[in-house]
């Protein structure tokens, strides 16, 4: 018998009654891309740049909607042990040897946690799964519990490469905050000939042939890529072959003070109020400033951003992808309007501002699909101008600064300020640039009566200057106190109730880089 459809309010979207009550939505609001959890597994020598794809790609599928998360083995080790010589990591290290798979193990049993339990879709297993033997017993891992596996693996022999990588993040990790930079480099690489030893990598003619990965090779230069499953499986890989590490530099800015804002009207496609186009102005001056080689603007199809780009007097590309909200019914609006004519949307766009849909308009989740097709290619490009619109703006700085979505509507994008983003290591550096125009104020901050919940979508998988607090840090090694009290004493064991609950202070790099 066809169950009754009863329509959410919020989002809009017909959902089958259950024993003649409405059923509930999904909590996380976004789509389900895979018919069962999907673990990535990532594989390569130590700074192939594993860290920096996995949190990249964990970053890129929560702002999607896809809740995933990075399960970094290094951070298990660390919380076991202390150390900062390549001597634990040598092959005929057996007492080590036992303490690496178990913090493997530990890892995995919180990614069965997360996956199963959690709500979790993907999970990111971040280790150097450089052996067979590893990669077997994650495979068994996965039959056990129903996962599927995909695998992503690093190769890379340019020594420029490799010495920059170590130089710009490994000798300030942890496992060396004690040591000169010098000696820190020398032992890391006496730790990659340690797995070097005992590498075998993923065999596409052979042993591996039947496993779903991708090689990434030389930093992107190639790929080889076997036995896709899914869709989420393809929408990683061309993630991956988007994605590069050159230096480059992003702007972020709105346009010019519209007509609309200075009535405080919603969406609609007017032109630049006599402040709007100084900034257009002051804008030019600024770009020049900069200096930037091969700069490319990108703008709305909208009257307000093509007019600003106009005044660059540069080329600039439309993009339909990066119009503003669309906001339905409620289009040319002001908020007062709004809430007189449709109280009942106004109140319940504040309860969920990401779910909420306009009638016959859009939601910021909306939105995040539709500007898809923009991060990728922005992943693609090099410097680039992005003349968008305040709702536009906070989807693509949400991207960048590794944002929930409970945060996402709230981000403060001001008229005639230009955020200046410069992606780094693991993360994104931001600088904002006001151009000394007035404008009006635009942004309306979250109703002090609506409670602040927690997100469904938390993504705490970069370092960013602007990000929130981390969480505090649960103990995971509990389970090895025993082992490792048996181990030998040559091994300087840290207890789970000695751990930090707060990762060191990460100085920031002045380019992209891999880890």
């Known amino acids: 018998m066809p169950r009754e459809l009863t329509q959410n309010r919020i989002q809009k979207i017909w959902i089958p009654s259950r024993d003649d009550k409405p059923a509930i939505p999904r909590s996380s609001g976004g789509p389900h891309l895979t018919n069962s959890p999907t673990v990535i597994v990532m594989v390569g020598l130590p700074a192939r740049g594993k860290t920096y794809i996995a949190k990249k790609l964990t970053r890129y599928l929560n702002w999607t909607g896809v809740p995933t998360k990075v399960f970094n083995v ?120 340690c797995y070097r030893a005992l590498y075998q990598p993923l065999e596409p003619d052979h042993y591996d042939k039947d496993l779903s990965f991708i090689k990434v090779i030389d930093v992107g230069r190639r790929f080889l890529v076997n036995r896709i499953q899914d869709y989420i499986q393809s929408k990683i890989v061309y993630y991956l072959m988007n994605m590069h590490v050159q230096p480059r530099t992003i702007y972020l800015c709105r346009h010019g003070e519209s007509e609309h804002n200075l009535r405080g009207q919603l969406g609609g496609d007017s032109g630049l109020s006599p402040r709007g186009k100084k900034f257009a102005r ?141 992606p780094v290591a693991y993360g994104c550096k931001v600088e904002s640039i006001y151009l000394n125009v007035e404008a009006v104020n635009t942004h309306r901050d979250r109703p002090e009566d609506i409670k602040k919940g927690p997100s469904t979508l938390m993504r705490r998988n970069s370092v960013t200057p602007l990000a929130s607090p981390e969480p505090t840090k649960k103990p995971r090694m509990n389970s090895l106190d025993d082992h490792m009290a048996s181990t030998s004493s040559a091994l300087p064991v840290r207890m789970a109730s000695d751990i930090p609950t707060s990762l060191p202070d990460q100085p920031w790099l002045g380019k992209a880089c891999l880890t």
């Open 74 to 193: 290094g951070e298990y080790r660390r919380e076991a042990v202390n150390c900062n010589s390549y001597d634990f990591f040598r092959p005929d290290n057996q007492d080590a040897m036992k303490i690496r798979k178990q913090c493997a193990l530990a890892a995995l049993r919180d990614v069965k946690s997360y996956l199963s339990e959690e709500g979790g879709q993907l999970a990111v297993f971040d280790a150097t799964n450089t052996t067979r033997e590893r990669r077997d017993m994650i495979l068994n891992f996965g039959k056990e519990n129903g996962f599927k596996m995909f695998f992503v693996e690093s190769v890379c022999e340019d020594p420029s490469v490799v010495e920059t990588n170590i130089m710009e993040v490994k000798v300030s990790c942890p496992d060396y905050k004690d040591c000169n930079r010098t000696d820190a480099m020398d032992d890391f690489l006496k730790r990659i000939e």
């Open 282 to 422: 002051a804008l030019l001056g600024y770009l020049k400033e900069q200096n930037q080689k091969n700069l490319k603007v990108w703008t709305s199809q909208l009257k307000r951003t093509i007019q600003t780009a106009e005044a660059l007097d540069m080329p600039y590309e439309q993009w339909k992808a990066l119009n503003e909200i669309d906001a339905g019914v409620c289009e040319d609006m002001n908020y007062e309007e709004v809430k007189e004519r449709y109280p009942e949307e106004f109140a319940l766009r504040d309860q969920d501002k990401y779910h909420y849909r306009y009638p016959t308009g859009e939601s910021y989740q909306d939105l995040v699909q539709r500007l898809e097709p923009v991060i990728m290619e922005l992943e693609r490009q090099e410097n680039v101008v992005v003349v968008c619109h305040q709702a536009v703006m906070r989807c693509l700085l949400a991207y960048f600064l590794d944002k929930s979505a409970d945060e996402m509507p709230y981000l403060k994008c001001p008229l005639h300020t230009v955020l200046k983003l410069t």
